[in-house]
């Protein structure tokens, strides 16, 4: 039974991304995003397990990709169509959302025949997208209102976009094992992570998405 352990929690994964993008169209983003990170654990933890029980395979890869395209692609993407919708009257400028599906699959394919990927990303992995996107149906008060038009909303989709089909250089957060040593950068990501949601709550994720690219782009110069 534990051979099936990873595609069943690949599975589980996709099942988040329907759930999911069916409470956004029916007008419920923040279910979208519990979704999402729901998601985001399941992608971790099947992609763990299968390393852990070396239980690899094609089957699985692609399964695995067609699960994030899903959940990390066309839910995002439908959170900010919805939000788009709701915050301006020019609707048509709500597809620009689904900006995030057609150019995720274009990064997964990508990162399905990239030999370098094993080791680190090159490109914004589509769950960190979709982390980033998830943020925004928590954060809408007076506060941060200037934040939900559609200016911002399109930028962060084409900014998404380009960010998963570059060539950036970024750190892989794939554990192989619970050693400090060999994981130190990925530990001390999910520490410094912890911390800033303690303090700043939902208003953190997207400044832990930021926070990774910035520190990847720095071990980068480092090296």
């Not at 788009?84 to 990508?110: D, P």
Request: charged share 10%.
């Amino acid at each position: 039974m534990l051979k099936h352990l990873p595609n069943f929690l690949t599975l589980c994964n996709l099942a988040c991304g329907c759930f999911g993008t069916v409470a956004v169209l029916r007008g419920d983003p923040t279910t979208g995003s519990i979704m999402i990170w729901s998601g985001a654990i399941l992608d971790f933890f099947d992609g763990f397990a299968a390393r852990m029980l070396n239980k690899f395979s094609i089957i699985g890869r692609d399964l695995d990709s067609l699960a994030d395209l899903i959940t990390f692609c066309f839910l995002p993407g439908s959170i900010l169509y919805v939000l788009m919708l709701q915050s301006h009257e020019l609707n048509r400028l709500a597809y620009s959302g689904y900006f995030l599906v057609i150019f995720g699959a274009l990064r997964l394919a990508k990162f399905n025949n990239d030999a370098r990927q094993s080791e680190n990303f090159y490109g914004l992995p589509v769950p960190a997208s979709a982390i980033f996107v998830s943020a925004f149906p928590f954060i809408e008060n007076e506060i941060f209102s200037v934040m939900h038009t559609p200016a911002v909303f399109i930028g962060v989709a084409v900014l998404l976009s380009v960010l998963m089909v570059s060539n950036l250089k970024l750190m892989s957060l794939k554990f192989s094992g619970f050693s400090f040593k060999h994981n130190r950068n990925r530990y001390l990501l999910i520490i410094s992570s912890l911390v800033l949601l303690a303090f700043l709550h939902y208003l953190a994720i997207p400044i832990i998405i930021i926070s990774y690219v910035v520190f990847s782009i720095a071990l980068n110069i480092a090296e």
